[in-house]
């Protein structure tokens, strides 16, 4: 046995290269020869083997056998057909010892190799675990055979550690191969890629990632810059996704990147990046980003708790919350609680049948706290458990639809009720002829429905228009509808005023089918709107103020005698309180007067004071009265207001010549007899002052001096009153007067601690008695420097305005209670300690000899008084 050893081991050195040398051969040539070719190769390997093998006691000791077994393994029967033939024929030709052992022998290695061939892709994953094992089971039918020669022991030991090497050699030239055949099929196939070492050298790259067009420096700069991708990549084993932007022939191109860390072929470490042009993709994702944000309807993802994954800008607005607000809670939350069941159950649904299509309307709150109805259409993603859905607000067509069905139910009770209604309704042809004739129309008409049916309208109800008949059908032709008011006669020849509404009905084509009209009989209508425009021409024209207030007081209509009366217009007045008419002392009376005629009560005549809208106050008689309607219910209130302005002159006028006949009367009677005493005694005092015994009364004497002047100026003033003497008039400067009186009457300011001011306007001169001009701006300075406090100012104003010229005299005082308005121009009325009451009735009489007139405005704050002087053309 030790003899045959050594050349056993030869041979299976050499069929050890054999193998290799075939195994690497047929790798090479796989894919570009025949099955028969590469038999033929097997063939000569075995063949080989053979003339090498030792013969020993008739047994040729070889390894053609473990070719065999490798060819069935590396190429199956086919390339088993001509090593097994040859083999076979040869040892049959050659004869001996063992030939039968020796075929049988090469058929189980046949059968084991093609065996293991079709485990093959096992083997390759499992460190060939199941081929050692086959490898013993072959060893042990080799033992078999070969129990009767102890020689064959180093053979089958040798036959699975060599089945077992070429095996495994095979594998591994076939991965080199295939690695071979992969690299190139990525370099020249692949998609873009390159790998770099540590420092960023490129150590591979295909031809994919030339035809990018990329420049390598520009991806180098990239991937280093800032925190390094290729540190982080290479510190780390999970592969890195980057989206990068990059310049590609002066055009900007989107690349993902993704980076895994790998072993180059000299075993450093390296990182491979492979690269996909996302240009076009971004630019779909970026158009259909832009197409969902656009959409009418909302687009949204949700996870299987209802979580927001995905949502666009509608969806939001019809939510109202922001993507980030969305995200903070599951969108059940913001289902109605009776609609809450009925989406669970849809949602259960769609995870648990994907791509079942299903729709449904449920209400959600929207951020403003309302619910609004949204029509879902959704689809389950069970894989992803997730659910797409599509969302439109129907907010809007719901409550059409609720009004829709709400108008059907009128449509249908309207109906019903059409043959009760009191208008007549009639449906005519497109030639006017009556194709219905409703009970109404048999009513207002006084013709039963059999008597008109097919006849022409305007001939049996004698129709006669306001315009021509051509018009109005050309208009109803063109609007699709008439409104007008016709004449048109009842059965027994009573002509009535009709208010007539004409509308087409069209066929399904949109041709003009019918008219529809309906009628009204207005003559009664009419009648009363006459009377009651005459009542209001009457109202209008009248020239009392007549007003329409509500039961609150505001204003709902005024005539054109308040328009005269208070000077505010209708537009102005309109929807104010009628307190604004009424001076401030009388606003507690008018809601008395009010609060009366709420309890179903009139008052008659009331006088009171109302303030004009140029300020003034007039004294008027008002009347109220309750207005109420057909059922007796109180709706408003009739106020009527009589301007008593000229009644209370004249009975101002009477009253004041009353005192002035008194007044001249005392004039006349003891006017000179008092003047002349009071002249001698005036006299004698001032003779008396002139001695010098006399001077330590001069104090008293210059007392009894003035109070003797002040009764003249009481006797002149009784003398002014009492003679009706024409005056002189010549043409006169205003302002001139109170300019030469100004120093007088300042000097009368300063004694009280009080300031007088001038605003003189532009004036033209008119006739004037310079005089008594005088004597009138005195009286109202002095009236206006007694009424004020300390430090007031007093200011006297003239200015020209609509042909008269006009003088103001305004005070800082405390104004004039109404209460005295009528009273103060009365002879002798005062409210002064020491007055006599003579100076406005004095002020009164001089401007009515000028022609001019005196108004009041009695404040407060302040009162003034305003002299119109009137210029002659």
């Not at 093998?53 to 088993?80: E, I, K, Q, T």
């Amino acid at each position: 046995m030790l003899s045959v050893l050594p050349p056993l081991i030869q041979n299976f050195v050499l069929a050890m290269l054999l193998g290799a040398v075939v195994s690497f051969a047929v790798l090479i040539i796989w894919h570009s020869s025949s099955a028969l070719k590469l038999s033929l190769l097997w063939a000569l390997a075995v063949v080989t083997i053979m003339s090498y093998g030792y013969p020993a006691n008739g047994y040729l000791v070889d390894f053609r056998h473990l070719l065999v077994l490798l060819a069935g393994y590396a190429g199956g029967h086919l390339s088993l057909i001509l090593p097994f033939s040859f083999v076979a024929v040869i040892r049959l030709i050659v004869g001996g010892g063992g030939t039968t052992l020796e075929l049988v022998v090469l058929f189980i290695s046949a059968l084991i190799g093609i065996t293991l061939r079709m485990f093959r892709s096992r083997l390759r994953h499992r460190n060939y675990f199941y081929a050692e094992v086959i490898m013993l089971m072959a060893g042990s039918v080799a033992i078999q055979a070969a129990t009767i020669e102890a020689l064959f022991r180093p053979w089958w030991l040798l036959t699975s550690l060599g089945a077992y090497t070429l095996i495994r050699l095979f594998n591994e030239l076939e991965k080199v191969s295939l690695s071979k055949i992969v690299l190139d099929a990525v370099d020249r196939y692949g998609p873009p890629m390159l790998c770099l070492d540590p420092s960023g050298g490129v150590t591979f790259a295909n031809q994919g990632f030339a035809h990018t067009g990329l420049d390598v420096k520009d991806l180098k700069a990239q991937l280093c810059r800032g925190p390094s991708l290729l540190h982080q990549c290479l510190e780390q084993s999970a592969p890195l996704s980057r989206e990068m932007i990059f310049s590609v022939n002066g055009e900007l191109r989107v690349f993902l990147l993704r980076l895994k860390k790998m072993v180059l072929l000299q075993s450093d470490q390296g990182v491979g990046v492979l690269l996909r042009d996302i240009t076009s993709l971004k630019t779909a994702a970026h158009s259909l980003q832009e197409f969902f944000s656009l959409s009418p309807d909302g687009f949204c993802v949700l996870d299987c708790n209802t979580f927001l994954q995905v949502s666009n800008g509608k969806l939001e607005q019809i939510l109202g919350y922001n993507s980030q607000e969305l995200a903070l809670f599951p969108l059940e939350k913001l289902i109605h609680p009776e609609d809450c069941e009925q989406v669970q159950v849809v949602g259960k649904r769609l995870l648990n049948n994907g791509g079942r299509l299903m729709s449904y309307e449920v209400r959600y709150q929207h951020k403003g706290g309302t619910y609004r109805w949204l029509s879902w259409s959704c689809t389950g993603i069970p894989e992803q458990s997730a659910i797409y859905a599509i969302v439109r607000d129907v907010t809007e067509q719901k409550l059409q639809q609720r009004e829709l069905t709400a108008t059907t139910a009128r449509v249908a009770e309207h109906a019903a009720l059409l043959g009760l209604i009191q208008d007549a309704v009639v449906v005519r042809s497109m030639s006017n002829h009556i194709l219905h004739f409703s009970a109404g129309a048999e009513n207002m008409y006084g013709y039963k429905a059999a008597e008109v049916i097919g006849c022409e309208t305007n001939l049996v109800l004698k129709t006669r228009f306001r315009q021509l008949h051509s018009a109005i059908f050309l208009e109803l032709m063109e609007r699709g509808s008439w409104k007008g008011i016709i004449t048109q006669s009842r059965a027994d020849g009573t002509p009535i005023m009709v208010e007539s509404r004409w509308t087409i009905r069209r066929d399904t084509n949109g041709r003009p089918a019918e008219i529809l009209e309906f009628s009204t009989d207005i003559t009664k209508r009419l009648a009363q709107e006459r009377s009651l425009n005459h009542l209001a021409s009457i109202v209008e024209q009248s020239v009392d103020a007549m007003l329409r207030i509500t039961l609150e007081g505001f204003i709902m209509s005024w005539n054109r005698g308040a328009e005269r009366t208070y000077g505010y217009s209708s537009r102005e007045v309109k929807g104010q309180k009628i307190h604004l008419l009424s001076t401030t002392h009388r606003r507690d009376w008018v809601d008395e007067m009010l609060h009366t005629v709420c309890l179903g009560l009139r008052v008659l005549d009331a006088d009171t004071f109302i303030r004009h809208k140029n300020g003034a106050t007039i004294s008027t008689s008002c009347t109220m009265s309750p207005i109420r309607d057909g059922t007796g219910k109180l709706q408003a209130i009739s106020v009527v207001i009589r301007d008593l302005t000229r009644l209370r002159l004249i009975e101002r006028e009477v009253a004041k010549l009353e005192r002035f006949n008194v007044v001249g009367q005392l004039a006349a009677g003891i006017g000179h007899e008092i003047r002349n005493p009071l002249t001698t005694v005036r006299g004698f005092l001032q003779l008396f002052a002139q001695k010098s015994e006399m001077a330590p009364f001069q104090e008293h004497l210059k007392i009894v001096l003035g109070e003797l002047d002040a009764a003249n100026n009481i006797i002149n003033e009784f003398l002014q009153l009492a003679h009706n003497r024409p005056i002189a008039f010549a043409e006169q400067q205003l302002n001139s007067i109170i300019k030469a009186l100004l120093p007088m009457l300042k000097a009368d300011a300063l004694m009280q601690d009080k300031q007088i001011k001038t605003k003189l306007g532009v004036i033209p001169e008119f006739p004037l008695n310079e005089k008594d001009i005088a004597h009138l701006i005195i009286n109202l300075a002095r009236n206006g420097l007694e009424a004020m406090p300390k430090r007031g100012v007093l200011t006297i104003t003239t200015y020209e305005q609509h042909g008269q010229v006009l003088m103001r005299v305004e005070d800082e005082g405390n104004g004039i209670p109404e209460t005295l308005l009528e009273r103060i121009w009365l002879p002798f009325f005062t409210t002064k300690d020491r007055g006599v009451g003579l100076g406005l009735a004095v002020c009164e009489h001089i401007a009515m000899q000028h022609r001019a007139s005196i108004d009041v405005f009695p404040g407060p704050p302040g009162a003034a008084f305003v002299v119109r002087f009137t210029l002659l053309p």
